[in-house]
């Protein structure tokens, strides 16, 4: 049994007994505190990059490597190709033949030619007001009535005066008359002397009736002051007083605006003021009324400008409804400078100033640009597209907001309808 043992030892060299060596316990003792160490299920907590069977190499790893470079690669250059290489698209408009009218802008505000600032020629205290702002009135008209009692009282004494005065004159006329009579009848119930005396005593009571005429007239006009007429036809634009106010000669309770003549003064700079002159035809455009545009002319021009703003003043007239009529109320006014006829037109957002040159890009058969110099013939603030001068020819594909592209560069060009809004070149 022993040479089995030894036999089976032999065959099995793990099987053999631990050596007493120093070396071989240190590492009977390591082996034995990792087996204490070992967790209960170590394939459910190995880590995931544990539990991955190890790459395979060879040369299908190296082929992968590649084709991701290169697909990478092509992506880069289909990317580049349509972004960064691929042409600008831009949007372009055809040169046309047509009418251009040049019109300069200017603003200013409303007012009228004729502004009548009522007020009293008494003190007196204002006794009913007939008017409020934006009442159509006439010439004539009562405004306002200020407290009457003290000069009614002034005219009923003046009329009982005159009364008596009249009755004085009649009395005595009838005696010195009778008086004339007798003496031509030659009875000596009067004398010459007598009858003198009578005609100068009538002589002087009729001038006390006019003295007293005269007394009735002043009252009776004083009266008629407390009552405030307008002295213009047209728009109440401002009421100064109220019920209860008093008031002095000279002060203003009132202003009226003929609405027969009103026009916007309109500042202009001196630089386009050579070019408005009186007649010319205007359009004007009260703030808030943008779409009821009015037809007016250049009434006239104010000989002296103003040293410090360097503008000048024109006066446009135009015609409005009284009602609608507010002064002081802003406006813009588009006068007719001169007409650009059978002229090249082009959209106002293809010029490209510069400091000395106006010049606009051109799209020629190949979709290259080409850079040509422009003079702007006529323009307004008012329409889309402008007439020029220069090498064009109707036809001619322009780019609109030409920021940013070069001569000679190739684009891709994308009409734009009429109305339709222009893109920037991308």
Known sequence: MSTAMTTDTADRPWAKEPSNRPGH???????GSLLLERPA?????KPREARRPARQHGPWRWLRRALVALLSVAALAATLLFTVLRPPLVSVAEVKLGNVTAEVEVTGTVTADVLANIASKITGRVETVSVDEGDIVRKGQILAVLDQADLRHQVEKARAQLASATENAHELQIESNRRQILLAKGQLATT?????????NYAV?????????????SAEYNLSLTEIPSLTSGIVTKRWVN??????????????ADTNLIYVSANIDQDLAGKVTKGQTATVVLRGREDQPLSGHVLRLNPQADAATEEAVAEVTFKIPPEQFQLGQWANVYVQVGTAKDALVVPRTALMPTEDKTYVFVVDANDKIRQEPVTVLASSPRTPTVAVTGHLSPGDRVVLMPTGLRTGETVRPTPVKEGQAAEPAQ
Not at 25 to 31: F, L, N, T, V, Y
Not at 205 to 217: F, N, S, T
């Open 25 to 31: 316990k240190k590492i009977r003792a390591r082996i």
């Open 41 to 45: 299920t170590p394939t459910a907590d």
């Open 192 to 200: 010459v002397e007598q009858a003198e005396q009578y005609a100068r």
């Open 205 to 217: 009571a009729q001038h006390a009736v006019e003295a007293a005429e005269a007394d009735l007239g």
């Open 243 to 256: 019920l209860g106010d008093s008031v002095v000669p000279g002060e203003t309770m009132f202003t009226v």
